[in-house]
C-alpha cells in the first residue's frame, strides 16, 4: 500500500528539475532571483490546470464569461485601484547579516502576531530584541513600505506604465464593454487567466512566492442587496473543489477567515483556502466580498458611468461583486506536492506523481518492447500516431520497460502501452497502469475507446 512520506520542499524541487517540470530559469546565466521555467511535463500540467478551471467555471457556467486582457493596462486604473499608493509591502533589513526581510512575515514567524499594516508596530517589535532568524542579530532598521508595483516604459505614452499586479484590473476596465456586447445579466461573472507581477521583498518556497506569476481570477457580479452569503458559501465550497480535483486531500485545505478589523473598509468578507505545502499552510485562493468598490473607483476617475439597468428589478445601481481568485503557479506546486509519493515495492523503490488523468502531462507512453526491431518500432509509431489524435502521449524506446515503467510513474503518466512481438500475430497490446501496476492484454482496435473510458 502507498505511504505518504512528509517530503521536504527542496526534495520536491531537485525532483521537478530532474524530471522536466519546473527549472530554474536563465540558469546558464546564474539564474535570476527565484524566476522558475515550466520544462515541457511541467508546461503540459500547467496547461491542463487551466484548462480545467476554464471548463469548470467559464463552459460549464451560463452565468460566466472570459476574457484576455493585457499585461499593461492605461496607469489612471492602478490610481483608481489603489494600487499606485498603497500596493505596498513591509521591508525590514537586518543590519548584521544584511538579510532583507517581509517585516510582517518575520514578525508573525518569531512572535505569532499578525501586525500586518502596522509599520510604527512592527519597528518598535523588532527593535525590542527580536533576533534575525538568519543571523541571530537584533539590530533592524526601521520598517518601511516597499511598493510592489514593476514600473516600465511604453513608446506614445506618457509617464510611467505598469506591469499589472493582478489580473482584474483589465475585467474592470473592460466590465463596461462586456456589459454592452454580451447581453450578461447580474449576476454574472466575467474570468480571466493571465500573468501578474509583483515585486515581491523575498520570493521564496520555490512556485509558491514568485515576482512574475500566473492568476486565474474572476469578478461575480450581483445585486447590491443580493442575498450575498449563500452564493459566497458556494464559492468556498468551489473553490475546495477544485482543488479536489487535481488532486489536493480535503484534509489539507483549510480556511482563514481575514478578521474584520484587518479588512479593507470596503470589504463584508475576505476568506482564503489554505493548503498545507511541505512548509506549513499557504494561501491557495482567495474570496472576497468587495462591495462597489472597484466598479465605483473606476467610474469616478474614468468619468464613465458604470451604472448597470436591471430589467428584471426594473432598477439602475453599480452592482456589488464577489471575487474568487487563485494563483496558477500555486495549484501546479498543490499538484505536485499532493501526487508525490515514495513507494517501496518488492523489487526496489519508486517514485509516483499520482496525478489525477486530467492533470497529467502525459496521458499515455508507448513503448515497443525493443528499439532494435524495426517491426516492432514500426508497429510502435502506429499506434503512438492513432493515440496521440486524442491524447497527449510520449513514445519512448530507452532502456528496458521496467525503467521506462518507473519514468512514467515518475511524470505521473496513467497508463503505459507496450507492443511486442505477440502483438504482430494477434493485435493486441499489453496495458499497465500506473496506481496498481498491473497489466491487462487489450486489441489495438479497442485501444481508443478503451483509453477514452479510462481517462474520463
Ligand atoms: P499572499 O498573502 O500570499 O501574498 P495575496 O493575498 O497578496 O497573497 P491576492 O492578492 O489575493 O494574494 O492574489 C490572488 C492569488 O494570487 C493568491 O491567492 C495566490 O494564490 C496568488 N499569488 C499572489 N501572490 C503570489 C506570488 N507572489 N506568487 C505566486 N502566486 C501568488
Known amino acids: 500500500m502507498a ?5 521536504a520542499m527542496d526534495k520536491i524541487v531537485s525532483f521537478c528539475k530532474r524530471r522536466g517540470l519546473i527549472f530554474p530559469t536563465s540558469e546558464i546565466y546564474g539564474g535570476l532571483a527565484n524566476s522558475y521555467s515550466y520544462g515541457p ?4 500540467l500547467k496547461n491542463n490546470i487551466k484548462k480545467l478551471w476554464w471548463k469548470k467555471f467559464v463552459q460549464k457556467r451560463p452565468d460566466i464569461v472570459g476574457m484576455d486582457g493585457p499585461i499593461l493596462l492605461n496607469s489612471k486604473l492602478w490610481e483608481a485601484s489603489g494600487h499606485l499608493a498603497g500596493f ?8 548584521k547579516c544584511k538579510k532583507r526581510f517581509r517585516a510582517d512575515h518575520v514578525v508573525k514567524e518569531l512572535t505569532g502576531e499578525d501586525m500586518e499594516g502596522e509599520l510604527e508596530k512592527m519597528t518598535k517589535t523588532l527593535q525590542a530584541g527580536l533576533k534575525c532568524p538568519e543571523c541571530g542579530g537584533s539590530d533592524w532598521t526601521e520598517v518601511k513600505n516597499m ?15 505598469y506591469l499589472r499586479p493582478e489580473t482584474a484590473g483589465a475585467i474592470f476596465s473592460d466590465y463596461k464593454n462586456v456589459v454592452d456586447s454580451m447581453r450578461v445579466k447580474v ?20 512556485i509558491f512566492r514568485i515576482r512574475e506569476f500566473e492568476q486565474m481570477e474572476i469578478e461575480y457580479f450581483i445585486e447590491p442587496d443580493a442575498d450575498w452569503e449563500p452564493l459566497f458559501d458556494k464559492w468556498l ?8 480535483s487535481i488532486g489536493a486531500k480535503k484534509e489539507d485545505l483549510r480556511r482563514y477567515e481575514h478578521p474584520k478589523a484587518k479588512l479593507s473598509h470596503y470589504s463584508k468578507k475576505t476568506i482564503d483556502t489554505e493548503y498545507n505545502f511541505p512548509f506549513g499552510f499557504g494561501e491557495l485562493f482567495g474570496l472576497a466580498h468587495r462591495g462597489d468598490f472597484d466598479l465605483t473607483q473606476h467610474a469616478k476617475f474614468s468619468g464613465q458611468s458604470l451604472d448597470y439597468f436591471d430589467p428584471v428589478a426594473n432598477k439602475r445601481y453599480v452592482p456589488h461583486v464577489l471575487e474568487p481568485t487563485v494563483g496558477l503557479d500555486r495549484l501546479v506546486l498543490t499538484a505536485i506536492c499532493a501526487g508525490y509519493f515514495e513507494e517501496k515495492l518488492e523489487d526496489g523503490e519508486r517514485v509516483v506523481l499520482r496525478f489525477p488523468s486530467a492533470v497529467a502531462p502525459i496521458k499515455v507512453a508507448v513503448f515497443p518492447l525493443m528499439k532494435n526491431k524495426p517491426e ?5 509509431k502506429e499506434i503512438f500516431g492513432s493515440l496521440s489524435e486524442e491524447f497527449m502521449c510520449e513514445f519512448d524506446d530507452n532502456g528496458n520497460v521496467g525503467k521506462r515503467y518507473r519514468r512514467q510513474d515518475e511524470i505521473g503518466t496513467p497508463y503505459c502501452v507496450t507492443i511486442d512481438f505477440e502483438t504482430l500475430n494477434d493485435q493486441a497490446v499489453t496495458i499497465r497502469d500506473r496506481d496498481t501496476m498491473t497489466q491487462e492484454r487489450i486489441k489495438v482496435a ?11
Open 3 to 7: 505511504e505518504k512520506k512528509e517530503t
Open 147 to 161: 511598493s510592489q508595483m514593476f514600473k516600465t516604459e511604453m513608446n506614445g505614452v506618457d509617464g510611467a506604465v
Open 446 to 456: 479497442e485501444l481508443k475507446n478503451y483509453l477514452t473510458e479510462k481517462l474520463k
Open 187 to 206: 449576476p454574472f461573472g466575467i474570468a480571466q487567466i493571465g500573468k501578474a507581477f509583483r515585486n515581491e521583498i523575498v520570493a521564496r518556497n520555490f
Open 237 to 244: 465550497d468551489e473553490q475546495e473543489d477544485f482543488a479536489i
Open 376 to 380: 516492432l518500432v514500426i508497429k510502435a
Open 41 to 44: 511535463y511541467g508546461a503540459e
Open 88 to 95: 505596498n509591502d513591509a521591508l525590514v533589513d537586518c543590519k
